[in-house]
């Protein structure tokens, strides 16, 4: 069958995301990158929490948040997550919009770790007339729709699914059935790429799509498929640009 849409995941498949040019925080013994900082300078603006109090009480919640949400494939938006958060923060219901300030903070420091590919424009554009899409994991959709402008790839896309906004998460069925009843394709007729086995792989395979998994950000390709247990990718990718040939 003739593939008339593509759909992309985000991070490590069209855009690069490292966390390590973050400034570094020290929590006890250890040493990792993280907003966690500047976030916290946020908040002792008007309570005396110490750092390693407001770390403590954000790793707990993030843990006690995620592994509920995670288990049953939803997504916790990052608003959400800071606004969990305030009532554990003495002075926090004095400051109106402080969960959206900690937001906006937190993903534009995040923004500046992404890496763009320049070619990539060029390579959607080899693609013809089929349908394009996003299908991603994230937390914040604003931002990802400010990613996708910064590396002049938005206009490309017909489509941009995230998964704060429908709430389910790859691999779960959901997301991908979302994205496809936005392109009005039909899952055999659609190929989704993406980074992660398990995400973008088996979760595509698995809601009817073919798959390509791109492993220009895996460290060991083979090991990786070795160790995977889902079904195998219909394509294996090292780079975007070799996507149209596939494709014809």
């Not at 002075?91 to 919009?97: N, S």
Request: charged share 25%.
């Amino acid at each position: 069958m003739t593939i008339r849409a593509v759909v992309f995941d985000l991070f490590d498949t069209l855009v690069d995301l490292s966390l390590e040019g973050l400034p570094k925080v020290r929590l006890r013994e250890k040493e990792f990158p993280s907003s966690l900082g500047v976030l916290h300078e946020i908040v002792a603006e008007f309570t005396d929490m110490s750092f390693e109090d407001f770390a403590d009480t954000l790793f707990a919640l993030d843990s006690e948040l995620r592994k509920s949400r995670y288990e049953q494939g939803r997504e916790l938006p990052t608003l959400e997550r800071f606004e969990r958060l305030l009532p554990w923060v003495p002075g926090a219901e004095k400051v109106p919009g402080l969960a959206a300030r900690l937001t906006a903070t937190h993903m534009d420091m995040l923004r500046g770790q992404v890496g763009f590919l320049d070619h990539h424009p060029e390579v959607l554009e080899a693609l013809g007339d089929r349908k394009l899409a996003v299908c991603s994991n994230f937390s914040h959709s604003q931002t990802a729709f400010r990613v996708l402008e910064e590396a002049r790839l938005r206009w490309h896309f017909d489509v941009v699914v995230v998964s704060d906004a429908t709430g389910w998460r790859k691999p779960r069925p959901e997301i991908f059935q979302a994205t496809l009843a936005a392109l009005g394709v039909e899952p055999d007729e659609t190929l989704h790429v993406g980074d992660s086995l398990k995400a973008d792989v088996t979760g595509a395979a698995a809601a009817g799509l073919r798959t390509a998994w791109i492993t220009r950000r895996i460290a060991d390709p083979d090991q990786s498929l070795e160790a995977h247990e889902g079904p195998s990718p219909d394509l294996i990718l090292h780079d975007l640009s070799e996507l149209p040939s596939h494709l014809g």
